[in-house]
């Protein structure tokens, strides 16, 4: 059975950083290409970042590009969102996602976290 962990998450001021961790098991992590997507309350879930398979080329959201840094540890079956200038229009539920093609569509990916939200104050 796959699962996907997300921690990290919480409250943090305007400006700050968090960095989220999504912990992989019951599938191959080297296999899979991993991303992080995020809902925002109100609002469909939008594509944040995505990485493949052992890290070597990264895709980011324009929102974020700049700001966010997607990165795994394949012995740790983990991926890893730093978030760095965090800005209330970051403040959503945030998901790790793990398929098998480089995409930045949700529907690309087969296994999906419950989600950590992050809350970002002015």
């Known amino acids: 059975q796959v699962q996907l962990v997300e921690s990290g998450g919480g409250l943090v001021q305007a400006g700050g950083s968090l960095r989220l961790s999504c912990a992989a098991s019951?599938?191959?992590?080297?296999?899979?290409?991993m991303a992080w997507f995020r809902q925002a309350p109100g609002k469909e879930r939008e594509f944040v970042a995505v990485?493949?398979?052992?890290?070597?080329?990264?895709l980011y959201s324009g929102s974020v590009k700049g700001r966010f840094t997607i990165s795994r540890d394949n012995a740790k079956n983990t991926v890893y969102l730093q978030m760095n200038s965090l800005k209330p229009e970051d403040t959503a539920v945030y998901h790790c996602?793990?398929?098998?093609?480089?995409?930045?569509?949700?529907?690309?990916?087969?296994?999906w976290g419950q989600g950590t939200q992050v809350t970002v104050a002015s």
């Open positions: 019951g599938l191959t992590f080297s296999s899979y290409v």
């Open positions: 996602a793990a398929g098998l093609i480089y995409s930045v569509t949700e529907r690309s990916y087969d296994h």
């Open positions: 990485t493949t398979y052992i890290g070597s080329n990264s």
